[in-house]
């Protein structure tokens, strides 16, 4: 049996290191550069990937092939990210088709209210 246990974990300090050097060279990239916006943005979308893998595999345990449970972590993933997309596509569709953008009243209102106001001598 081997010993799984160490005394310094050094896969979840470099994955820490990386995550903050990253974060801090998005900020910069932001706040400090002079580079046009649409490589800022490319830049700290680049940077959101890679973050993101680093977390995966640093602390997420994405390489281990079964926890105890049974459940696999690439299919605790998929069902992350089928959850998140009905998510995003039932808001998507609640605020495309759910509010009425037709306010026309007919006129009446602006009518009325012009009415109103030659009467009244304005």
Excluded at 26 to 44: E, M
């Amino acid at each position: 049996m081997t010993n799984t246990k160490k005394r310094i974990p050094t896969n979840h300090i470099v994955g820490f290191v990386l995550s903050l050097v990253m974060t801090l060279v998005a900020a910069w990239a932001a706040i400090g550069s002079d580079l046009p916006v649409k490589w800022v943005i490319i830049g700290i979308m680049i940077l959101a990937l890679l973050q993101a893998g680093v977390q995966l595999f640093m602390f997420m345990h994405v390489t281990e092939a079964e926890s105890g449970n049974g459940h696999i972590p690439w299919n605790m993933m998929f069902h992350g990210f089928a959850l998140a997309g009905i998510l995003v596509a039932g808001s998507l569709f609640t605020m495309s088709f759910g509010f009425d953008h037709n306010h026309d009243d007919g006129g009446g209102n602006h009518q009325q209210q012009e009415q109103q106001e030659e009467h009244s001598g304005h």
